[in-house]
């Protein structure tokens, strides 16, 4: 496909706008499946990383969902509200606190795992389109991208 150059500054000729816009759209379908777990996608998010690996500092729970720990904290907090996740000493290093999952938060797991599927029904897509997609956003997602233009 071939963008002329008037059409360079398109809005829908925009990566930007496409990703942000998709972003947006792929949050409103989670939204409703999400609700009956009782967590927002910023806090499924943070469920997710913590299933993977539980006991992480809040520095590597930001660092793995690629966010400052400023923005994570809140977020751990009313999980911790929640009863989902506890901070608790570290076992090696007394002062390091490290936020685990709780059996409530292990229970809910479990119920979590009817999440992705649903993403699925809910997207008409099948799961090769998924992660097909998926990948093709890797070089976006994260914090590994880091590019100045200047040089």
Not at 128 to 146: H, N, Q, T, Y
């Amino acid at each position: 496909m071939t963008i002329s150059r008037d059409d360079m500054l398109a809005l829908d000729s925009q990566l930007c706008f496409a990703l942000v816009t998709a972003a947006r759209n792929v949050v409103s379908i989670y939204r409703p499946i999400l609700e009956p777990l009782g967590l927002t996608h910023p806090q499924y998010l943070v469920m997710l990383a913590l299933w993977e690996s539980s006991s992480r500092t809040l520095n590597d729970l930001a660092d793995a969902l690629a966010m400052d720990p400023a923005t994570a904290s809140p977020l751990v907090k009313r999980l911790e509200v929640m009863g989902l996740v506890a901070r608790q000493r570290s076992a090696t290093d007394e002062r390091r606190l490290d936020i685990v999952v709780t059996l409530e938060g292990r229970a809910l797991r479990d119920r979590a795992l009817e999440v992705p599927p649903a993403v699925i029904e809910a997207t008409g897509m099948t799961l090769d389109d998924i992660v097909a997609l998926r990948e093709s956003l890797r070089p976006f997602a994260g914090r590994k991208l880091v590019t100045n233009a200047s040089e």
